[in-house]
């Protein structure tokens, strides 16, 4: 079941959506060679604590972190560790989660670590483009098809693949509502996108091939081929001037 949203829940959705845009700030401030993802998930929740708020993640069918926190070829679903830690040259990937008043906010990035090959940073700022292009479709009037096209439009188009397995997601009163947002698909297909639909949109594009594994943790994700993988995610209120980024503090409603 589709559940739309009303203005003062979508407000609401944008407390919990600055709180996770903090997350990513705090974060990303603090990613260097040497630093351990266990030691960014205690950057994350000491943000979660600041405000009040309380983790998407912790405890999420038995997730024991507040971030999911990826490196290199692991696509998703990472689990924080303090044996983990970040090198020169890698990818990182934080996935952050808020919930304000009964209210999901999701985001991720991916962040580079120290200087990356100017291949690596291709994949980074093609992920973001085409997580930007999706939401560019994400209007009243348009189908969800739309967005899985734009997106996988831009990062087929740069030479990388994008994940199917793993899709975005409806958000509200749930981390994970319907509808499934997928990364790829034909315009003009899928269900009709209307006011007060909100969708975390979030392209998850690897350089080699698009087919992935589970890790014995049954968490982590990584790409089938050992290549590397870059994520990016927002959370998205579709109105009737088009889409509310929630989780972009730097956004007015509602335009891009």
């Keep these: 079941m589709i559940i739309t949203k009303s203005e003062g829940e979508i407000a609401t959705m944008r407390r919990a959506g600055e709180v996770v845009a903090e997350m990513i700030a705090a974060v990303r401030a603090a990613v260097r060679p040497g630093v351990s993802t266990a030691d960014l998930d205690a950057v994350a ?6 405000h009040g708020a309380t983790a998407s993640f ?28 970040l090198a020169e040259g890698d990818l990182f990937k934080g996935d952050f989660g ?11 990035v991916t962040i580079p670590v120290g200087e990356v090959s100017d291949e690596l940073m291709k994949l980074i700022e093609t992920t973001e483009r085409a997580l930007w292009a999706g939401i560019a479709e994400a209007r009243p009037g348009n189908r ?17 693949s994008v994940v199917r397995e793993y ?12 509808p499934p947002v997928p990364n ?3 315009p003009g297909k899928g269900i009709a996108l209307k006011a007060g639909l909100v969708i975390a949109i979030e392209p998850m594009v690897n350089a080699g091939t698009h087919e992935t594994r589970l890790m014995p943790d049954k968490w982590t ?36």
């Design 144 to 160: 969800l098809g739309d967005i899985g096209h734009a997106v996988q439009t831009v990062a087929e188009g740069a030479g990388f």
């Design 58 to 85: 912790v405890g999420y069918r038995g997730f024991p972190a507040t971030i999911c926190a990826s490196i290199n070829d692991e696509i998703v679903h990472g689990i924080p560790s303090p044996d983990r830690v």
């Design 45 to 50: 929740a000491a943000v979660v604590r600041e």
């Design 184 to 186: 790829y698909g034909t």
């Design 98 to 108: 808020a919930i304000v008043d009964g209210f999901h906010a999701d985001a991720a």
């Design 221 to 256: 994700v990584k790409t089938a081929d050992g290549a590397l993988s870059a994520h990016f995610e927002h959370t998205i209120a579709i109105t009737e001037n088009g889409p509310w980024v929630l989780t972009d503090p730097g956004r007015a409603e509602p335009r891009l």
């Design 167 to 178: 899709v975005g997601h409806g958000i509200g009163r749930a981390l994970h509502e319907d």
